[in-house]
């Protein structure tokens, strides 16, 4: 892998600082377990039975940036980057011939949103709904790091599997 250049967690800081750069450190994270691959490789399902790819990891983390900070917390109605509209059927993961810079693009683009919704919101009390549940920014910041845990957690196993790379 390449060096690594995650966002620093401060060890003793306010909460708001805290949840988001341990977020921060998460997105990064995928990102390092991404880099120096060619396209196929990110593309590749490469613990069978599996659908999981590395590339479905990234387009899926673009998918729940949308969903939580722009539509649960927001109160937007954005689709899906990859679903077809009509479709029932998740298609983050369907990554045959998919595009890898659109994907790496539009998750950039809606963790720049996340932040920027962050940033600007004036307490982590907010709320915003999802059906019928509240949801508090706060909820949103630790759902979404233990989110990207889970999924960085298979960004491991998937690379190892792909080159042998491990690290955290």
């Keep these: 892998m390449t060096q690594d250049h995650r966002t620093p967690v401060p060890y ?3 909460e708001r600082a805290t949840l988001t750069a341990m977020l921060d450190f998460q997105r990064d994270t995928l990102a390092l377990k991404c880099a120096g691959l060619a396209p196929d490789q990110l593309r590749e399902r490469a613990v069978a039975p599996s659908d999981l790819s590395l590339l479905g990891l990234v387009r ?11 539509n649960t917390l927001a109160g937007e109605r954005s689709r899906s980057h990859w679903t077809p509209p009509g479709s029932t059927e998740r298609a983050d993961f369907d990554v045959d011939g998919a595009d890898v810079d659109e994907a790496f693009t539009i998750w950039r683009e809606e963790c720049a949103r996340s932040r920027a919704f962050v940033d600007a919101a ?47």
């Design 60 to 70: 899926h983390a673009a998918d729940v940036e949308r969903g939580w900070f722009r």
């Design 122 to 168: 004036e307490s982590l009390d907010i709320t915003g709904t999802h059906g019928e549940e509240s949801y508090s920014l706060r909820y949103v910041l630790a759902h979404m790091i233990e989110e990207y845990a889970r999924h960085n957690g298979h960004a491991d196993l998937l690379r190892e599997r792909l080159d042998g790379t491990t690290g955290e």
């Design 12 to 14: 003793a800081a306010d």
